[in-house]
């Protein structure tokens, strides 16, 4: 069976196709995006209805090549999935009517699913099929949480979650105060590369021993950098934007790998998937394959380009809902801006 899914939840456009096997095995088809981050790239973030136009713009013509690439036509498609949420309310709304308009067009069922779970349902495009329980740690631009995933298709526990900005959000507003470009996860991952994570020991949030043990806190740690960088510049002095850079990378990296760990042993699950766009990050991969070596736990990071915000990660979802025989969505169904990463489909 084909599926097709179609993401439109923050500034991304993406369809995605993908083949539902008999074994239950997903094979990926086609992975097209379009995104309108570089008209969001003045305001330091993302404008809501400059990316609900786009979306507008972009949507049937990434879903022409999306085909073009499979080279499948339109009726090939069985089922639809679009993200339902969580997201921005008219973005996701371009994309929901979308889904419904193909979906009624096709004659097919149509199923809202989760963003967040969208981001775990990738990683099996790349590794293939989920074990039967394991932990995920989900990092992207509005959402950093510690799941336990005992079927993707439909049980989703939170074990914590961030209780103020989310990791790629620190990235961005560190970016910002070292004068580098937006979306900030890429520039100050390349600049860290140049620098010593070692020469600034900027605070690792929330791991005191009366904090509440899987929760996260980046915004003392934006705010420590951002001082740092005040009294540096009060003093006249050049920033050093890799060292700065650098330190705050290993300070995300050491608490969001010292965490997850935590939990996977606590839990006793022995894989971590880590997802989401600040999974992209070349040092947050890398010290989780370091110390998840170390507790023997199989780790699995998509590539990059899966875990940053894409319609193969909603079809991929979409193909496992399916597989599982969940209920379809009634065409008259709505986004949810605020959709809970519990509730996979609606
Ligand atoms: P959500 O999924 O929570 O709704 P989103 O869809 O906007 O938010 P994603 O597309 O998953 O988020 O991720 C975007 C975030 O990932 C941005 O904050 C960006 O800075 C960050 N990011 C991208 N690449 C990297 C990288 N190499 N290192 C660190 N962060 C990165
Ligand atoms: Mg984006
Ligand atoms: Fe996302």
Known sequence: RIIMGIE???????????????????????????????????FGGVVPEVASRAHLEAMVPTVERAFDKAGLKLSDVDAIAVTAGPGLAGALLVGVAAAKAYAAALDIPLYGVNHLAGHIAVDTLQHGPL???????????????????????SEITELGSTVD??????????????????????????????????AIAFPRGMTGPRDAKFDFSF????????????????????IPVDDVAASFQEAVADVLTMKAIRAAKEHGVDT????????????????????????????????????????????????????????????????????????VSI
């Open 8 to 42: 439109s939840s923050c500034d991304e456009t993406g369809v995605g196709l993908v083949r539902l096997h008999d074994d239950d095995t997903v094979e990926l088809l086609a992975d097209e995006v379009a995104s309108s981050v570089d008209q969001h790239a003045r």
């Open 131 to 153: 074990p039967e329980r394991c932990l995920a740690l989900l990092v992207s631009g509005g959402h950093t949480q510690l799941l336990l995933v005992d079927d993707i298709a």
């Open 165 to 198: 900005d989310a990791a790629g959000e620190a990235y961005d507003k560190v970016a910002r105060v070292l004068g580098l470009p937006y979306p900030g996860g890429p520039p100050i991952d390349k600049a860290a590369k140049n620098g010593d994570g070692a």
């Open 219 to 238: 915004s003392g740690l934006k705010t420590a950098v951002a001082r740092w960088v005040e009294s540096a510049e009060r003093r006249g002095e050049d």
């Open 272 to 343: 971590l998937v880590i997802s989401g766009g600040v999974a992209a990050n070349s040092r947050l991969s890398e010290l989780a394959a370091e110390r998840c070596a170390e507790a023997g736990i199989t780790l699995r990071v998509p590539r990059p380009r899966l875990c940053t915000d894409n319609g193969a990660m909603i079809a991929a979802l979409g193909a496992h809902v399916v597989a599982a025989g969940r209920p379809r969505a009634s065409l008259d169904f709505s986004a949810n801006p605020a959709l809970p990463v519990q509730i």
